[in-house]
């Protein structure tokens, strides 16, 4: 009786905080769902998708009991087991990329609530009704004011509290309900970035409503090096805005360059498509260490910790405008300006000054100031070539490098005069630095590369924001029929095996019809290719959600509007209720929504987060070689396990033997399986014959194409009936599949999970 | 089986924090005694075999001799399973490193022959950062098998691994006597 008693107050809590007394739809099953409430989804996932464990440590080294060596069984001080602690880590790493957006998303809205008020409307355009779809589906709430976006986000901070908690010594001893705690650390990564997003667009009147966004200038030589440069790097756009306000109030607007690194860039444009883009993280220090930039001003996230060394080195003025990177400088914020501006010109001093408006006034000033003695030149490739006489091929930057490449041969090249090895080794550089520090002989290797680096200029699409619901209306069928082939999400950082490699992917498969969406570092690497007729893709194709258009969301804070879209699919188009119904949304986009994410180059532990939030959706996830070093990968393994699921319209769970998706975290070793992969991932138990047909005309020319000329090998398992293969291939498929002694089966006539794994959901909640 | 102090690996993405590390072997008869010890010995072939190659002679060949010498299966990726087809060998399966780790970490698996799971599982042609995380959850979680490389790099998380190799011919002349030993028997 007590507990009926504590439960429903805590679910009258919950009602008035999500407004219950609104009925735009019927409350769900679980809204503000606590940490168990998805527990079962979550298993049911696990169960099919284990996780995979790659320990980089044999060691536990978490407390003073330690270190406990986790090696051939063995338990540590506390008890826990090697797979336990990875899955630890991994939520560890879950909960820094969630608490990095969740911080991001507090601190902006607090800011735009202090200039425009609590009760500011939020209005995403004509053509976006349903603005908030992750926050409607977690919390329940329809957020209607920049102060109802408070309560979605302190609701994401209590709920990390008690996540991190569980990482404590001893406590959590399942891998499995850690790997649970890290699905939802994903998706509350989500409703943090919606709320971060929604706040931007609303506070700073960012472009929303729209597909065709502005092309604006990509990389360091669209900057003109002639005026007083300022570069903004990380993520939070509190900062740069206000630059750009005051240039405009001082008429000064055309007189300093504004430009970024990492996603303060791409925020930055959507204000003002006056500023350039430079390039994603992988290409930070390489730009700082050229000395291009006046002032750097840094807000957080994703920028070096070694930044006022790193200024000092190239004679550039820092500011540090976040409290969450002070660098140990001094806390200038309240000194009279015009001090704090002498002492940067003078003295060359950096500076801590955590107030926006102060901040971009000692900024212009320095710029202005120190920009006319600053010699802003790329080395010649005679320098190069002097300085690179000095390598004795001793290896070692081989050896540091973490993307493997032999980077003592490019330079000696460079010293005999041939620069083709160099810029080779430039596009696979990761621009971390570790191969400049290793050198013995003190070599400026960066400074060497850039008679390598390409002095071209692109075109980015600013991003966009929301995915209209309009557009929704139009893809919805085609998407879950399976008449558009898929949808891929090229997200994440930059830490890639060759920065090429995004462009060529997303290229084929703009050209084969399916929908590309693209945020944060991987959108402006993809910018930076051009095709045999000089255009980038973002020229090439068009910016709308639907076949054959490449969609610039924005920032990493806009990967929200992805997932947000896979949601308005079950919601608009399937008419599912979204309010507070969490495992409805996830059971549709897993069996009928065929979408793939790729995370190519993560690097920043908020990829991480990111990914897991959309495997708990029920998105699939393709890492790249790096990405996997988080650990931890959901596998399946197609020929052991079940692949049941309940027909509903039959009302009787089916065996369909097709892994479709086949895994939600993979890793692909080459650019080659990538693009073989994708096209798989997208498959789903919801198509119709036409839809399939095309999804396996794509998978077999893709695999002719990247692997050699033969069919895949698990073609079979893929191939329902007669009517799914594909014309061109009729022939060939038929042969094979008599071959491999394959029987046909019948489609599954309405795919889903309810009724197979014990849940509070009803299976009629997923009949529409 | 395995030693305490440990050799850096080349590539220092793969420096072993821990405690067990691999047994360093230079001599390749001991190789072939392992290798000809084991009931079902498997090896697995990655992408990095098209690009290698050591005297004019692809490295996948030397692979592809290696398992001849002992009619040892081979599990390959995608990527290479059309060059294997032209030199004359089709692979026993098609996994990435991943997948062929994901199957070998159960103790009930069938194998590639499906004559049970494998004993001693070879490794060569994968990336280093890639191929040391396989090795890692083997190690970990398969205590029923024995990990070995033929890779010219250290590899920290396997049973057996070659030392660096600074210079090409002695890959070779490692590859060329091993195959030599398992021809005369091991």
Not at chain 1, 347 to 354: D, R, S, T
Not at chain 2, 71 to 100: F, H, Q, R, W
């Amino acid at each position: 009786m007590a507990e009926i008693k504590e439960i429903t107050k805590k679910l009258e809590e919950i009602h008035q905080k999500i407004k219950a007394e609104i009925p735009w739809e019927p409350i769900g099953h679980t809204p503000m769902p606590d940490i168990p409430d998805l527990r079962s989804w979550d298993m049911k996932l696990l169960q099919t998708y284990k996780p995979f464990y790659a320990p980089f440590c044999d060691l536990c080294c978490f407390c003073t009991y330690g270190k406990c060596d986790l090696t051939e069984d063995r338990r540590g001080a506390c008890g826990i087991d090697i797979g336990t602690q990875q899955a630890r880590f991994v939520l560890l790493a879950c909960l820094m990329g969630c608490s990095a957006h969740a911080s991001h998303a507090g601190h902006i809205l607090e800011v735009l609530i202090e200039k425009h008020g609590r009760d500011k409307k939020i209005d995403l355009g004509t053509f976006v009704d349903l603005e908030a779809p992750n926050i409607r589906t977690v919390l329940g709430l329809k957020p209607e004011t920049l102060g109802d976006l408070e309560t979605a986000i302190e609701y994401v901070y209590k709920e990390i509290a008690h996540l991190l908690d569980s990482t404590h010594m001893g406590q959590e001893g399942s891998c499995l309900d850690y790997e649970s705690k890290s699905l939802h650390a994903g998706m509350l990564d989500h409703v943090g970035m919606e709320v971060a997003d929604i706040a931007q667009i609303v506070g700073f009147n960012y472009p929303t409503s729209v597909a065709n966004t502005p092309l604006v200038d990509l990389g360091w030589n669209s900057v003109d090096k002639t005026k007083p440069i300022i570069c903004f790097i990380g993520h939070n756009p509190a900062t740069s805005t206000v630059v750009v306000d005051y240039l405009q109030e001082n008429n000064l607007y055309d007189k300093v360059e504004l430009c970024g690194v990492c996603c303060t860039a791409l925020e930055t444009t959507r204000y003002s498509a006056r500023a350039k883009v430079i390039g994603p993280f992988s290409r930070q220090l390489f730009f700082i260490r050229s000395g291009f930039a006046d002032v750097i001003m840094t807000d957080e996230q994703c920028i070096r910790t070694d930044m006022p060394q790193e200024a000092t080195k190239a004679g550039s003025a820092l500011i540090a405008a976040l409290d969450k990177a002070m660098y140990g400088l001094e806390d200038a914020t309240d000194m009279n300006t015009d001090e704090i501006v002498k002492k940067m010109v003078e003295e060359k001093k950096h500076f801590a000054i955590l107030n926006p408006k102060k901040a971009a006034e000692v900024a212009t000033k320095v710029a202005m100031a120190i920009a006319p003695q600053r010699r802003k030149e790329w080395i010649t490739e005679q320098e190069a070539t002097e300085l690179a006489k000095k390598c004795s091929l001793c290896g070692m930057c081989e050896q540091v490098c973490p993307n493997l490449f032999d980077i003592g041969r490019g330079i000696s090249e460079v010293a005999k005069g041939n620069f083709d090895v160099i810029r080779e080794i430039f596009n696979l550089c990761v621009g971390c630095g570790k191969c400049e520090e290793e050198c013995p002989r003190n070599l400026p290797i960066f400074k060497i590369m850039q008679v390598g680096a390409s002095k071209e200029t692109w075109k980015i699409r600013a991003g966009r924001g929301p995915i209209m619901d309009t557009e929704i209306r139009t893809v919805g069928a085609p998407i879950t029929l399976g008449t558009i082939p898929g949808v891929v999400a090229l997200v994440g950082c930059s830490n890639f095996p060759d920065i090429r490699d995004l462009a060529e992917i997303v290229d084929e498969f703009a050209r084969r019809k399916y929908i590309v969406v693209l945020s944060g570092c991987t959108s402006m690497a993809v910018g930076m290719w051009k095709d045999a007729d000089g255009k980038t893709v973002y020229e090439k194709y068009p910016g709308d959600f639907d076949a054959g258009g490449v969609v610039n969301v924005g920032s990493c804070v806009a990967n929200s509007h992805i997932s947000g879209a896979a949601i308005k699919i079950a919601n608009i188009f399937a008419a599912l209720p979204l309010r507070g119904n969490y495992e409805v949304m996830a059971d549709y986009v897993l069996n009928r929504v065929g979408a793939v994410g790729i995370a190519w180059g993560a690097y920043s532990q908020k990829a991480a987060s990111i990914a897991t939030g959309f495997n708990r959706l029920g998105v699939p996830v393709i890492l790249g070689p790096h990405s996997s070093k988080y650990r931890r990968l959901y596998l399946s393994r197609k020929d052991e396990d079940e692949w049941k699921v309940m027909d509903a319209r039959k009302r009787q769970i089916v065996e369909t033997s097709e892994p479709s998706p086949e895994h939600l975290a993979y890793v692909c070793e080459t650019k080659e399986k990538a693009m073989v992969m994708i096209p798989k991932l997208c498959i789903r138990k919801n198509d119709t014959p036409q839809g399939r047909a095309i999804k396996l005309n794509h998978y077999i020319s893709l695999y002719k194409k990247y692997m050699g000329g033969d069919l895949p090998e698990d073609l079979h398992l893929y191939v329902r009936r007669d009517p799914d293969i594909p014309l061109v291939y009729k022939k060939e498929v038929r042969a094979y599949l008599q071959k491999m002694g394959w029987k046909p089966k019948e489609p599954v006539g309405l795919p889903t999970l309810i009724g197979t794994y014990p849940t509070k959901v009803p299976l009629d909640s997923v009949i529409h | 089986m395995s030693q305490l102090a440990p050799s850096l690996p080349f590539h220092r993405v793969n420096i072993l924090t821990g405690t067990r590390t691999a047994r360093q072997v230079e001599d390749p008869a001991e190789y072939a005694k392992q290798i000809t010890k084991a009931q079902r010995p498997l090896l697995v072939l990655g992408p990095r075999l098209f690009q290698l190659s050591l005297g004019g002679k692809l490295v996948l060949e030397y692979a592809l001799d290696i398992a001849k010498a002992k009619n040892i299966p081979i599990c390959a990726t995608d990527s290479i399973k059309s060059k294997m087809v032209e030199l004359g060998t089709k692979p026993d399966s098609i996994y990435d490193a991943v997948e062929i780790a994901n199957a070998l970490k159960d103790p009930d698996w069938k194998g590639v022959r499906k004559e049970g799971n494998h004993d001693l599982v070879m490794f060569l042609g994968i990336r280093t950062d890639l191929g040391e995380q396989s090795l890692s959850v083997l190690k970990h979680f398969a205590p029923h098998l024995k990990t070995m490389t033929l890779c010219k790099y250290y590899y920290p998380h396997a049973d057996f691994s070659l030392p660096n190799i600074r210079k090409d011919e002695q890959w070779k002349n490692f590859l060329e006597n091993l195959i030599d030993h398992l021809k005369k028997g091991g």
